[in-house]
């Protein structure tokens, strides 16, 4: 019984134990559940995109100290920043990577600063690429310590506006342990061809041995030669920085509505897509400007070759087209036409981007083109006159450009006809050449060919003739 009551006791402090454990166990999954909930919350709030990540093996990311956060917040990152110092603690193979958009007044005199940074952390300038007027722009690859990744990060923030920024973190533990291990073989199979390479007499078995080494030692050195690259990427941080003008990305947009009416003054823009009248109505066109880009627009000009109008033809609706229009600022125009047909219209709105000092950017503008339609609805009933005269004009202009069009397709063919007629001249020519000289004989002989059954008659005109001829002598010799 005693013994009994022992045992009961043994198995009750072992229940108490394994309690007390369960519970240490509950309370730091809490906690852990409570820091991931803060970092997404944190993430939700800010607008500014960071991702974190570690490929295979244990999470490189643990939880930061104050300050780290802070720094993060400066950069508008968001979410929890990293902290390589802990990760190196940790004895794992991490390469940090990062890539960040800044917005700066000057590109030339931002990348000189992000230089000075990055030297005054012990990194290096690995590559740039710096473009010009009209758009400026700086891409630099630095290579940092990752023990400074953070701050460096945090001081490179400091030199302009953040546009994006992506952080990565790549756990490679698996993959160098992987390499070594294949090395460490690789050596040894090396090691072993040598030895029998070495060893080898006939030139059969010496020459098998040898290509087989080749091989091997091939390998080898590709295996070294990715752990080299790994090696180099974990010991140096890669940060990209991309620095744009922050005025560099002036645009322009044009919507074109209409409405049908007048009220001298636009008051009912903006209108409608695809508006349809009757012939003959009035049409209120309403032209909105806006102001998509991040850089002032000035000196406006709007122009419809359809129409025939430009700026000074409109109806001032809401805005002012005469001054600046500030990014998201945009101003209103309207413009009545009478529609007597269907009226498809092509506008076209040009500015001028302009720097903080209300000075024009130099090599820039800005434009946009769009199309509307109106379309012109017979309003029924019998033609009258008017209409049967628009027709008719219309029937002639479709004949001339019917005329038009085959006067086109004839034309390059008009040396057809006289090339034709100088050969028939020509031939003619010709043919005369190679007649009789006694053109009177031909007659007299066809004649005679022709006729023959008939010399009777032949011979009465010539009796005929003869008479009349001696009656006139006669009657001339005859005295009065």
């Known amino acids: 019984m005693f013994h009994a009551s022992k045992r009961w006791q043994w198995v009750l402090a072992m229940a108490v134990v394994l309690a007390v454990v369960a519970a240490a166990c509950g309370g730091s999954t809490d906690d852990m559940a409570a820091l991931t909930t803060a970092s997404v919350s944190d993430d939700a709030a800010n607008s500014q995109t960071t991702t974190t990540s570690a490929a295979g093996g244990e999470r490189a990311a643990v939880a930061p100290e104050p300050a780290s956060i802070e720094a993060a917040d400066a950069l508008g990152a968001g979410g929890i920043a990293l902290d390589p110092g802990q990760v190196i603690a940790l004895n794992r193979d991490i390469i940090y990577t990062a890539d960040l958009v800044l917005a700066v007044t000057d ?7 992000a230089s000075r940074v990055i030297a005054s952390v012990g990194g290096y300038l690995f590559g740039q690429q710096t473009t010009g007027a009209p758009e400026p722009r700086s891409v630099l690859i630095f290579k940092v310590p990752p023990e400074n990744f953070q701050e460096t990060l945090t ?32 050596e040894a199979s090396v090691e072993r061809l040598q030895a029998l390479l070495a060893e080898a007499s006939d030139i059969k078995t010496i020459a098998n041995v040898e290509g087989q080494l080749l091989q091997r030692e091939t390998d080898l050195e590709t295996l070294r030669g990715q752990l080299r690259t790994i090696q180099d990427h ?63 627009l000035t000196d406006f000009t709007l122009t419809d070759t359809v129409l025939g109008i430009e700026t000074g033809d409109l109806i001032l609706v809401v805005g002012n087209p005469a001054g600046t229009l500030q990014p998201g600022q945009s101003f209103t125009l309207a413009f009545e036409v009478e529609v007597d047909q269907t009226v498809r219209t092509r506008t076209r709105v040009e500015a001028t981007p302009i720097n903080q000092d209300g000075e024009p950017i130099e090599g820039r503008t800005v434009a946009a083109t769009t199309q509307a339609t109106i379309q012109a609805v017979d309003p029924g009933g019998l033609p009258g006159f008017t209409d049967g005269l628009e027709a008719a004009w219309e029937m002639l202009l479709w004949l001339g450009g019917v005329i038009v069009l085959f006067a086109g397709l004839l034309l390059p063919f008009l040396w057809v006809p006289i090339v034709l007629w100088l050969i028939w001249r020509w031939r003619r020519k010709s043919t005369d050449d190679e007649a009789p000289e006694s053109a009177g004989a031909v007659p007299v002989v066809a004649a005679t060919e022709a006729a023959p059954d008939e010399p009777q008659e032949v011979a009465t005109e010539t009796e005929t003739e003869a008479t009349e001829t001696e009656a006139a002598g006669a009657d001339a010799t005859e005295p009065e």
Do not use: H, M, W
């Not at 508006?275 to 991040?294: Q, R, Y």
């Open 107 to 113: 590109v030339a005199a931002a990348g000189a600063e």
């Open 234 to 296: 974990v010991a140096l941080a890669t940060i990209t920085l991309t620095l744009t003008e922050a005025l560099a990305n002036p645009q322009i947009g044009l919507k074109v509505t209409a409405y049908p009416g007048r009220d001298d003054a636009g008051s009912s823009c903006p209108g409608q897509n695809g508006l349809s009248v009757e012939k003959g109505e009035t049409a209120t066109l309403c032209f909105k400007v806006t102001n998509p880009g991040d850089t002032p």
């Open 155 to 186: 001081l490179l923030g400091n030199i302009g506006d953040v546009r994006t920024q992506t952080v990565t973190a790549d756990d490679v533990t698996e993959r160098v342990v992987d390499l070594e291990s294949r090395i460490k073989t690789s």
